[in-house]
């Protein structure tokens, strides 16, 4: 079956440690995004990219960083500067274009 | 900067009982409108995408519509699996090859049986 795939689901840790997390994709999109939802809120931008070795700053990517080496996969690393880190994280994938975007199934991470 | 403001919050109803969800936007210039599902703890669904003032689409007892400033999702006769929280993004003509989206907050909607 196409789609995507977050791992994991549920992450723990505690404050000052790096933290990284998985996205990959098998629907040959170009372009890969990663959102950060909390209660109340709409989702919000981290980072995103629409092709392999590239990728741009969305409206809160301060304290978090990106690769994109692979079609496939987009992982995203949450740092000890990022102030508020507790909070659920989704990817998305689309075709370049006017398109919609398809989500993983997420990945809540807690940081204590 | 792009706004996407949906209303109402959240929205009791009872099973069988229509109702309209409202989502609002400006932007510089709409290339697309999109409409997801989102169940607890899950990732949005897609449901629907809209280009253009006076389109509309449906899909089993949804249908969404867009004018030149809103867009409107009706619920037709809902069932308690219609339960969810509604999500409404824009796609802005920010440049020529970026696709981002705007998200608002989102109506949670409780349907009862």
């Known amino acids: 079956d196409g789609g995507i795939t977050q791992s994991p689901k549920y992450l723990f840790r505690k404050e000052g440690q790096n933290v990284t997390l998985s996205c990959e994709q098998n629907?040959?999109?170009?372009?890969m995004y990663w959102y950060r939802q909390d209660p109340g809120q709409g989702l919000r931008l981290i980072y995103y990219?629409?092709?392999?070795?590239?990728?741009q700053k969305g409206d809160i990517a301060e304290g978090y960083s990106v690769s994109r080496e692979k079609k496939e996969s987009f992982p995203l690393t949450v740092t000890s500067a990022q102030k508020n880190p507790t909070a659920f994280y989704l990817c998305?994938?689309?075709?370049?274009?006017?398109?919609?975007?398809?989500f993983g199934p997420g990945t809540r991470l807690t940081v204590t | 900067e792009d706004q996407v403001t949906q209303s109402p919050e959240a929205l009791r109803l009872q099973e069988g009982e229509s109702s309209s969800l409202n989502c609002s936007y400006t932007?510089?210039?709409?290339?697309?409108l999109f409409w997801y599902r989102q169940d607890p703890g899950k990732g949005p669904e897609f449901l629907f995408t809209?280009?253009?003032a006076g389109e509309e689409k449906e899909k089993e007892r949804l249908k969404a519509t867009l004018t030149k400033k809103e867009s409107f999702l009706h619920i037709t006769a809902p069932k308690p699996e219609d339960s969810a929280t509604y999500l409404c993004?824009?796609?802005?003509?920010?440049?020529?090859?970026?696709?981002?989206?705007?998200f608002g907050a989102g109506t949670t909607v409780t349907v009862r049986a």
């Open positions: 990219s629409q092709i392999v070795n590239d990728f």
């Open positions: 932007v510089s210039g709409l290339r697309g």
């Open positions: 629907l040959n999109h170009d372009a």
């Open positions: 993004a824009v796609q802005a003509v920010a440049g020529s090859n970026d696709y981002k989206l705007s």
């Open positions: 998305a994938s689309s075709r370049a274009g006017v398109y919609e975007q398809y």
């Open positions: 809209l280009y253009s």
